[in-house]
């Protein structure tokens, strides 16, 4: 009887645990703030999943950083 018990209880203990891992990995994901930009990618490199992106196919020029360090390596 002491052998069925423990087997019981371990059998609990991991349908428990499951569950737990499955109500965890259900969490909602929230919506994406509001930006002020044309375009834009939140990407999460470790799930390989986008997080948030607004317009990524929209064609848009490089921002003023890239521009000057360009012109500063060409010229």
């Given at each position: 009887m002491n052998r069925f018990s423990n087997a019981l209880r371990a059998l609990l203990l991991a349908v428990a645990a499951s569950t737990l891992s499955l109500v965890a990995a259900a969490q909602t994901v929230p919506a994406p703030p509001d930006v002020a930009a044309r375009s834009?990618?939140?990407?999460?490199?470790t799930a390989n999943q986008f997080l948030a992106q607004k317009d990524i196919d929209m064609p848009v020029e490089p921002a003023s950083l890239t521009k000057l360090m360009s012109a500063?390596?060409?010229f």
């Open positions: 834009y990618l939140l990407l999460d490199v500063y390596i060409v």
